[in-house]
């Protein structure tokens, strides 16, 4: 029973590791240069949107996977506490 135990935790642990949240690596829509602007002032304009979008969502990632941590070992106790309370712990 122990060993099942053992198996079932590191199971667990790599569940959770493959469902951390990522920020994203670049844009998913392609945005091209108006009619009438110039290549080098849609590449100036291009970067600086960029770099804002970067700094809207910095540390968003790292914010979700810290709340889904917290979440899973709170339901890891409450998980051990009911067991041991219904008799798994004989």
């Given at each position: 029973m122990k060993q099942f135990k053992t198996v079932a935790l590191a199971v667990s642990a790599l569940v959770l590791l493959q469902g951390c949240a990522q920020t994203p690596m670049g844009p998913t829509v392609q945005v091209l240069p108006g009619a009438h602007k110039p290549f080098d002032i849609f590449q100036q304009e291009?970067?600086?949107?960029?770099?804002y979008a970067q700094t809207q969502v910095n540390g968003q990632s790292e914010n979700a996977n810290e709340r889904a941590l917290g979440a899973a070992l709170i339901g890891a106790a409450l998980g051990t506490g009911v067991g041991a309370v219904a008799g798994g712990g004989r």
């Amino acid at each position: 029973m122990k060993q099942f135990k053992t198996v079932a935790l590191a199971v667990s642990a790599l569940v959770l590791l493959q469902g951390c949240a990522q920020t994203p690596m670049g844009p998913t829509v392609q945005v091209l240069p108006g009619a009438h602007k110039p290549f080098d002032i849609f590449q100036q304009e291009n970067a600086y949107c960029k770099e804002y979008a970067q700094t809207q969502v910095n540390g968003q990632s790292e914010n979700a996977n810290e709340r889904a941590l917290g979440a899973a070992l709170i339901g890891a106790a409450l998980g051990t506490g009911v067991g041991a309370v219904a008799g798994g712990g004989r």
